[in-house]
Nanobody
């Protein structure tokens, strides 16, 4: 059974750092398109950082590029999101997701619905001033 479990959310001050983790089971984090998304209440979910299934790079949302870093540890089967220099507008619930049948990457991060998506339950990040 494919499962994703996020952790690491919490409260952080503006300019601080936080690391999110996504523990995967039922598949390898290297096998599919995988990424981090976030949602603010009343808004659409948006892609933050996405790997493609073709292993041809990582796409970052423009507003987080240079501040956030996504990585994956195949030995631990875990996806990470290192968040540095966080801003008030980074406050959101962060979700780890995969697209089991689609290419992922830039189109997926920019809003193209995946072919067979699986999502975790989310972890809340709250940035304060």
């Amino acid at each position: 059974q494919v499962q994703l479990v996020e952790s690491g959310g919490g409260s952080v001050q503006r300019g601080g750092s936080l690391t999110l983790s996504c523990a995967a089971s039922g598949f390898s984090v290297a096998a599919h398109a995988i990424g981090w998304f976030r949602r603010v209440p009343g808004m659409e979910r948006e892609g933050v950082a996405c790997y493609s299934s073709q292993h041809d790079g990582i796409f970052y949302k423009e507003s987080v590029e240079g501040r956030f870093t996504v990585s994956r540890d195949v030995s631990k089967n875990t996806l990470y999101l290192q968040m540095d220099d966080v801003k008030l507008e980074d406050t959101a619930t962060y979700y780890c997701g995969i697209d089991e049948a689609g290419p992922g990457g830039r189109p997926w991060c920019l809003g193209l619905r995946g072919r067979r998506e699986v999502w975790g339950q989310g972890t809340l990040v709250s940035v304060s001033s």
